[in-house]
């Protein structure tokens, strides 16, 4: 069984060339016009744009431990995919991008958010340049929280702590310290009282 890529560079590496080279190109437009606060890696087993739990820490609604997708890339079996999330979650930004697209003649065959093609030629890359430029982090968050309701954003996956090794060795002696002093109080209490009477 083949190994899945951990890196961007070995992902492409293993794809045959026509699939590598366009898959390239769609790359390098979509990492010129990427806004801000966007990374890069391997997300899903694609080629992914996404925000960092830096960023948004509760990441992806349906695996608190993913960054939010924005975008990926892929080579697929009969096709190479073109995912565009920030579409997906934005109504009016997806009837944009398919009027943009369709504007240039070229043939759309895409589905919810999937957009699949067979060459680079298929692919309008200014139209797709513009549609990731338009759409910087914050925005994409807004659209994002505002169509997942809160209810169900699970906040990603705290670390374990052990609670034995939580409690700190000091807190126990300055309790002892404390119940130790409690006795020699009462005694001086005492001996005033008595020196009053």
Not at 113 to 142: H, M, N, Q, W, Y
Request: hydrophobic share 30%.
């Amino acid at each position: 069984m083949p190994t899945k890529p951990a890196t961007v560079q070995d992902y492409l590496a293993s794809l045959p060339d026509d699939r590598r080279e366009a898959l390239e190109a769609v790359r390098k437009v979509i990492l010129k016009n990427l806004p801000k606060g966007y990374e890069e890696g391997i997300q899903y087993g694609m080629i992914g744009y996404f925000v960092p739990h830096s960023i948004y820490p509760d990441g992806y609604h349906c695996d608190p431990k993913q960054p939010l997708p924005f975008a990926s890339i892929a080579s697929q079996k009969n096709h190479m995919g073109l995912y565009l999330f920030c579409v997906y979650c934005d109504p009016e930004g997806k009837d944009r991008f398919v009027r943009e697209w369709k504007a240039t003649g070229k043939k759309l065959d895409m589905g919810a958010s999937c957009v699949r093609f067979k060459k680079l030629e298929d692919v309008p890359l200014d139209v797709l340049g513009a549609t990731i430029k338009r759409v910087p982090v914050k925005d994409f968050i807004a659209v994002y929280e505002s169509i997942i309701p809160a209810s169900k954003r699970k906040p990603a996956a705290k670390k374990k702590t052990n609670k034995k090794t939580a409690k700190k060795p000091a807190s126990k002696k300055a309790a002892k310290k404390k119940s130790a002093k409690k006795p020699a109080s009462k005694k001086k209490v005492t001996k005033k009282t008595t020196r009053k009477r």
